[in-house]
């Protein structure tokens, strides 16, 4: 294999090898937020304010 195409193809299984960690640490941290009543939007033992919940898109109330 020539040196040119052996260094592309070595860099293209680095860049992929990083991209997966990435995608890992992506999906463990929508998990974290899922899990984190004050990061979530979605749960219901959330202590947000009225305003924190605005912020996020939840004005249902019209009050903010």
């Known amino acids: 294999m020539e040196p040119k195409k052996k260094q592309e193809l070595k860099a293209d299984v680095e860049r992929r090898a990083r991209q997966e960690h990435v995608?890992?640490?992506h999906d463990?941290?929508?998990k974290d937020i899922a899990l984190d009543a004050d990061f979530s939007?979605?749960?219901e033992n959330d202590d947000l304010d009225e305003?924190?919940?605005a912020r996020l898109g939840e004005?249902?109330?019209g009050v903010i």
Do not use: M, Q, R, W
């Open 23 to 25: 995608t890992e640490a």
């Open 41 to 43: 939007i979605h749960n």
């Open 28 to 30: 463990e941290a929508l």
């Open 59 to 61: 004005d249902e109330n």
């Open 51 to 53: 305003g924190e919940l």
